[in-house]
């Protein structure tokens, strides 16, 4: 499995380097997954949304702010840039669902774009 972003679908302005670089990697896991499949080897791609991590809160500038500060700047970030849920992914929530694609479960899927983003792409359109 790649991670790639939720900008590899649905980007702003001044971001063209990173969405070519997250776009290309999409490229890469579809390429990749004919080249392996005969080896039974399932290449995917997960496409996850804003997550609140450490890496987001230092981008933002906030890694001094008190939590509670960081709690209220994040809240307010997702309700205007994650339409559909409002919120960012915690950690956790993107850590299962790469559990999950990890696992035996999906046995027929490769070369798949799995997009974990709380609804951002969807309002992209």
Do not use: C
């Not at 994040?74 to 915690?90: Q, Y």
């Not at 696992?103 to 899927?109: A, H, I, L, R």
């Amino acid at each position: 499995m790649v991670t790639s972003s939720s900008n590899a679908i649905a980007t702003t302005e001044n971001r063209s380097a990173y969405s070519a670089a997250k776009r290309g990697l999409i490229g890469m896991i579809q390429s990749a997954a004919h080249d392996y499949a005969d080896k039974g080897i399932r290449i995917n791609a997960l496409i996850p949304g804003t997550t609140n991590t450490e890496l987001v809160r230092r981008v933002a500038g906030a890694m001094n702010l008190p939590d509670a500060v960081w709690s209220a700047m994040a809240a307010t970030f997702a309700k205007s840039s994650v339409p559909g849920l409002k919120r960012m992914a915690t950690p956790d929530e993107i850590a299962t669902f790469a559990l999950a694609l990890a696992s035996d479960d999906f046995p027929y899927m490769t070369g798949s774009q799995m997009v974990i983003d709380g609804g951002k792409t969807a309002h992209a359109g």
